[in-house]
Nanobody, 122 residues
Framework: QVQLVESGGGLVQAGGSLRLSCAASGRTFSSYAMGWFRQAPGKEREFVAA????????YYADSMKGRFTISRDNAKNTGYLQMNSLKPEDTAVYYCAAGSYPTPTPRDYDYWGQGTQVTVSP
């Protein structure tokens, strides 16, 4: 079992930045790929970014490339999502997840955090 807890969400103006953290406990976090997803009201859960556990290879949704950066510190059992140049359409609940592979598909992940709200004002 892996427990994930997100933090770092909040209210920010358009153009601003936020850094989300995902603290893991339980089984060895470094053995899992990590993904970030988001879900806005009335919409399906959407892939944001993912990072592999071994080489730290990163993957992004097209709309996040160049603005978001995913990273991880296995020694601290923590993953991060740096979000820059935020837009109102980035407003959503952001979730971190752990799974065997860094895929863009939510059902491929075994463990999920409770989510953290990100609100971007115009």
């Amino acid at each position: 079992q892996v427990q994930l807890v997100e933090s770092g969400g909040g209210l920010v103006q358009a153009g601003g930045s936020l850094r989300l953290s995902c603290a893991a406990s339980g089984r060895t976090f470094s053995s899992y790929a990590m993904g970030w997803f988001r879900q806005a009201p009335g919409k399906e859960r959407e892939f944001v970014a993912a990072i592999s556990w071994r080489r730290g290879s990163t993957y992004y949704a097209d709309s996040m490339k160049g603005r978001f950066t995913i990273s991880r510190d296995n020694a601290k059992n923590t993953g991060y999502l740096q979000m820059n140049s935020l837009k109102p359409e980035d407003t959503a609940v952001y979730y971190c997840a752990a799974g065997s592979y860094p895929t863009p598909t939510p059902r491929d992940y075994d463990y999920w955090g409770q989510g953290t709200q990100v609100t971007v004002s115009p």
